[in-house]
């Protein structure tokens, strides 16, 4: 974003970032929202002085397996289902939260993620379904993905409904021996697979709504791709 401001609050519409997100979940009556913070969190603490969520600090940015190790000692006593999503995805709808939801619930599965087909997937990890069904096998990182599966476009869109007991029993499996040397969530995809665990995956019906914002050309697109979000 060429800027010294966290990616979150930049303003889309007038306002930053992720309180058009907290918007669509203060409403949805989660048991608790979680806001992982680290480079100049102080900052997204006081934008988001009126919301009723919790902070977790993440003081070295390790990768997205590695924030949601942060929040350990809010979360490991929850039993129900975890929703994890990216704080630079402001417009994900409520529909699309709440089917989600029900998706995971229906199925029985340990792990859900929502993913989107994009005509350019460049930039996001790849979806690996078993073949001819609804069962997720894995999520490859682009830097990590072969040839076949950049092929692939369906993608992670960063969004998942977690059991959370089981999400922290394998947590702390993961590795960083890939291409960022980063701890993946997207790797607890594939170690609940590996255990034959029920991991599933369900698309979108906008893809628009799960685009992530990364430099000032994406967050003026989306701006004019949602423009009753204001």
Request: net charge negative; glycine share 6%; with cysteine.
């Amino acid at each position: 974003m060429h800027s010294d401001l966290p990616k979150v609050l930049h303003r889309i519409h007038g306002r930053p970032l992720v309180t058009h997100l907290l918007d669509t979940l203060t409403p949805l009556s989660f048991d608790r929202i979680v806001v992982v913070i680290g480079h100049k969190g102080e900052m997204v603490e006081a934008a988001l002085a009126d919301y009723p969520v919790q902070f977790a600090w993440q003081r070295e940015q390790l990768g997205t397996g590695h924030a949601v190790q942060m929040t350990r000692s809010i979360m490991t006593d929850f039993d129900g289902t975890t929703l994890v999503l990216a704080g630079d995805v402001p417009f994900l709808s409520a529909h699309s939260i709440n089917r989600l939801f029900e998706f995971h619930e229906r199925t029985g599965s340990v792990a859900t993620c929502l993913s989107a087909i994009f005509d350019d997937p460049k930039g996001y990890g790849r979806i690996v379904r078993v073949h001819g069904t609804d069962r997720l096998q894995a999520i490859v990182e682009e830097k990590d993905a072969t040839e076949e599966q950049l092929a692939i476009h369906e993608i992670n869109s960063g969004t998942f409904c977690f059991n959370n007991r089981r999400l922290f029993e394998i947590i702390d499996q993961l590795r960083d021996d890939n291409a960022q040397r980063e701890y993946y969530l997207t790797d607890a995809i594939k170690i609940l697979h590996d255990k034959r665990l029920p991991v599933s995956v369900l698309t979108v019906e906008n893809p628009d709504e799960v685009r992530g914002i990364n430099d000032t050309n994406q967050l003026e697109e989306l701006a004019t791709k949602f423009p009753d979000r204001q």
